[in-house]
C-alpha cells in the first residue's frame, strides 16, 4: 500500500544520497498497481531469471508479461529502485538513491531515468511495449550462497527511512519487488495454475507477497523457452514464508484452491489467500511450489 507522505527533501542530497526530516502519513491508502520484472536489456524476460552476469540485469515494469490487454501498468510518476540481498537486510546498489530514479509514464511504462550529477544508469528499449529498460548495476555481490538478489521499485515520495520495516528507506507495504539470480544453479520457485473445464488457462493474475511483505503481480503464460506451462511464476524465491493470492477476475469464477501443503481452500467473498513456505535449499535444488486454482467458470 502506498501511503501519501509529506516531506522536505534536500536537493543536494539527491546527488549523494537521501534526506529525509520527519514525515507524516496522509489517508487514503492506494493499491500500487501494474508489475515489474527483470529482463535483458531489449526487454526479453531470461529464462528462470538466472543471468551469468550481474551487468546483464535490467528491471522493466508496466502491467505485466502475458497480462490481459486492459491489465494496469504502474501509475504515473517517479520511483526509485534499489538491490538488496533476499532479506532485505543487506544493501548492494552501490551508488546514491539519487542516481537510482526513473520516471513512469501515463501509458504505465518506463519513460526515462532522472540521472542527478550524471550518474543516471544505462537503459534499453524494450522492443515488445517501446518504454525503457533500466541496467541495475552498479551494486554488490548478494551474500545469499544461492546467488539470489532481490530488486525493490518505490514511489520516491514514499521513501521513509523513519518506518517501520523499511529495508534502507524502502517500506515493503509501498514497494513492487522481484526476485532473480546469478551465476546460480538452484531452481526454486512458486507456480500458480489456473484450471477451467479440464483445461490450463492463461492470461490470469496471481498476486505474490514475498517474506517482507512487498509484492507484486504475474501472470499464468505458456512460454515453453522459459519453461512456462501455463503457469503464474514466481521465481528464485528465497526461504521463508510467501504468500499468494488470487482473486475472482475475467476468466475465472473461483472455485477452490489446492495448496502446496495438499488443503483445500474455498474462497471467502472471491478471494484466497494461499500462505507458501519455502524450505531452505542448496546448489543444484529443483522445487516447485504449486497452487492450483480450479475456476466454476
Given at each position: 500500500?502506498?501511503?501519501?507522505?509529506?516531506?522536505?527533501?534536500?536537493?543536494?542530497?539527491?546527488?549523494?544520497?537521501?534526506?529525509?526530516?520527519?514525515?507524516?502519513?496522509?489517508?487514503?491508502?492506494?493499491?500500487?498497481?501494474?508489475?515489474?520484472?527483470?529482463?535483458?536489456?531489449?526487454?526479453?524476460?531470461?529464462?528462470?531469471?538466472?543471468?551469468?552476469?550481474?551487468?546483464?540485469?535490467?528491471?522493466?515494469?508496466?502491467?505485466?508479461?502475458?497480462?490481459?490487454?486492459?491489465?494496469?501498468?504502474?501509475?504515473?510518476?517517479?520511483?526509485?529502485?534499489?538491490?538488496?540481498?533476499?532479506?532485505g537486510k543487506t544493501l548492494l546498489s552501490n551508488d546514491p538513491v539519487g542516481c537510482r530514479r526513473v520516471t513512469i509514464g501515463d501509458?504505465?511504462?518506463?519513460?526515462?531515468?532522472?540521472?542527478?550529477?550524471?550518474?543516471?544508469?544505462?537503459?534499453?528499449?524494450?522492443?515488445?511495449?517501446?518504454?525503457?529498460?533500466?541496467?541495475?548495476?552498479?551494486?554488490?555481490?548478494?551474500?545469499?550462497?544461492?546467488?539470489?538478489?532481490?530488486?525493490?521499485?518505490?514511489?520516491?515520495?514514499?521513501?521513509?527511512?523513519?518506518?517501520?520495516?523499511?529495508?534502507?528507506?524502502?517500506?515493503?507495504?509501498?514497494?513492487?519487488?522481484?526476485?532473480?539470480?546469478?551465476?546460480?544453479?538452484?531452481?526454486?520457485?512458486?507456480?500458480?495454475?489456473?484450471?477451467?473445464?479440464?483445461?490450463?488457462?492463461?492470461?490470469?493474475?496471481?498476486?505474490?507477497?514475498?517474506?517482507?511483505?512487498?509484492?507484486?503481480?504475474?501472470?499464468?503464460?505458456?512460454?515453453?523457452?522459459?519453461?512456462?506451462?501455463?503457469?503464474?511464476?514466481?521465481?528464485?524465491?528465497?526461504?521463508?514464508?510467501?504468500?499468494?493470492?488470487?482473486?475472482?477476475?475475467?476468466?475465472?469464477?473461483?472455485?477452490?484452491?489446492?495448496?502446496?501443503?495438499?488443503?483445500?481452500?474455498?474462497?471467502?467473498?472471491?478471494?484466497?489467500?494461499?500462505?507458501?513456505?519455502?524450505?531452505?535449499?542448496?546448489?543444484?535444488?529443483?522445487?516447485?511450489?504449486?497452487?492450483?486454482?480450479?475456476?466454476?467458470?
Amino acid at each position: 500500500m502506498i501511503r501519501k507522505i509529506l516531506s522536505v527533501i534536500s536537493v543536494c542530497a539527491l546527488a549523494v544520497g537521501l534526506s529525509l526530516t520527519a514525515a507524516v502519513a496522509a489517508p487514503p491508502l492506494v493499491q500500487l498497481s501494474g508489475a515489474i520484472f527483470t529482463s535483458d536489456a531489449s526487454g526479453v524476460p531470461v529464462n528462470l531469471n538466472h543471468y551469468a552476469d550481474k551487468r546483464d540485469v535490467y528491471l522493466n515494469g508496466g502491467p505485466g508479461i502475458n497480462a490481459p490487454a486492459d491489465a494496469a501498468g504502474l501509475p504515473p510518476g517517479v520511483y526509485a529502485f534499489q538491490v538488496t540481498s533476499p532479506s532485505g537486510k543487506t544493501l548492494l546498489s552501490n551508488d546514491p538513491v539519487g542516481c537510482r530514479r526513473v520516471t513512469i509514464g501515463d501509458n504505465g511504462l518506463f519513460q526515462d531515468v532522472l540521472p542527478s550529477g550524471g550518474c543516471g544508469h544505462v537503459t534499453g528499449i524494450d522492443g515488445e511495449h517501446g518504454g525503457i529498460t533500466v541496467q541495475l548495476y552498479p551494486y554488490d555481490d548478494t551474500p545469499n550462497p544461492g546467488g539470489v538478489y532481490k530488486v525493490w521499485l518505490t514511489p520516491y515520495d514514499a521513501l521513509d527511512c523513519n518506518a517501520a520495516g523499511n529495508k534502507h528507506c524502502f517500506v515493503p507495504g509501498d514497494s513492487k519487488t522481484d526476485n532473480y539470480k546469478v551465476k546460480a544453479t538452484a531452481i526454486v520457485e512458486i507456480d500458480t495454475r489456473f484450471h477451467r473445464n479440464g483445461d490450463l488457462v492463461d492470461g490470469l493474475a496471481a498476486t505474490w507477497t514475498d517474506t517482507l511483505g512487498a509484492s507484486n503481480v504475474k501472470y499464468s503464460e505458456y512460454a515453453p523457452s522459459r519453461l512456462a506451462f501455463h503457469e503464474a511464476h514466481v521465481e528464485a524465491v528465497e526461504e521463508g514464508t510467501h504468500k499468494i493470492t488470487v482473486v475472482d477476475q475475467a476468466g475465472c469464477t473461483i472455485g477452490r484452491v489446492l495448496t502446496p501443503n495438499g488443503n483445500w481452500v474455498k474462497p471467502n467473498k472471491g478471494r484466497v489467500s494461499v500462505s507458501v513456505s519455502v524450505a531452505s535449499y542448496s546448489s543444484g535444488a529443483d522445487v516447485t511450489y504449486f497452487v492450483d486454482v480450479y475456476c466454476i467458470n
